[in-house]
């Protein structure tokens, strides 16, 4: 109880008591893939094509949304709308495609690796009832195809790679 009381003063809520730890690992993924992509991006003094990419990414995915609401494509699971696409599964294959054809291209395992934690959250949507798989597939190609992209922007030119030599 203390705790709780203490949650409330602090201005934060308490964790639901029976979170879901793959629902909590596509959340985690959803920002933490964009984000060590990010990191990589500044490094490699790209990130202001890595910035331009991941805004239309995320446009793209937030208009289908406005624009499907009312249909049964974006129908979610529970019957709520605004389903289509995934923005989880979006984002975490932005991320996902960004690293492993620019960051790990030499590196298949830690491509797999992002690529295998992007493919977990859309899982993970589908699991938590959010989505359907439709949606989710959906949302990855959306993020996938902006995330292999480079428009060039500040480099030599506009390429796509999807990392994975083999």
Known sequence: MRAIILAGLCGMTPLPVAADPFED?????????????????ARDD??????????LQA???????????????????????????????AAAAFGAADLAGKCFR????AGAAA???????????V???EHTVEQVMTGALIGFSFGAASFGIG????????GMKF
């Open 46 to 55: 790209r990130l202001e094509d890595f910035a331009v990419r991941g805004i």
């Open 59 to 89: 446009a793209v995915v937030l208009a289908l949304k406005s624009w499907t609401d009312g249909t049964p494509i974006a129908r979610r699971p529970s019957g709520e709308g605004k389903g289509f696409p995934s923005g989880h599964s």
């Open 106 to 109: 030499d590196d298949r395992f």
């Open 25 to 41: 690992f596509g959340t985690a993924m959803k920002y933490g893939l964009p984000a060590a992509a990010a990191l990589c991006a």
């Open 115 to 125: 690529y295998g934690a992007a493919g977990l959250t859309a899982a993970s949507r």
């Open 155 to 162: 480099s030599e030119g506009a390429a796509f790679s999807i």
């Open 127 to 129: 699991h938590a009832g």
